[in-house]
């Protein structure tokens, strides 16, 4: 089925497996809408929803200590930093 789906020429995988064409395109056909559901199944998948609030609350967060930095320099410039003596 790979290589069915890979592109090779039916009738040449129909010779070589003694499979009939017709037999062969149902074949793939039902492994294509095996994948399409798969595929589905994944775009509702619970983990996927809180994988992306974790991305999202994480993005939020990385926010948050740049600014509290920025502010933290503009009212300390110097702070943290010494002297090359």
Known sequence: M???L???PVDAL???WAVPIVRL???RDRALAGM???LEERENDPLEKQLDEANR???E???EVEILRKEREVRRPLAGRRSSR
Do not use: Y
């Open 2 to 4: 790979l290589r069915l």
């Open 57 to 59: 609350r994480i993005g």
């Open 6 to 8: 890979r592109g090779e």
């Open 36 to 38: 399409d559901v798969g």
């Open 14 to 16: 129909s010779r070589e």
């Open 61 to 63: 967060l990385v926010m």
């Open 25 to 27: 395109e149902e074949w």
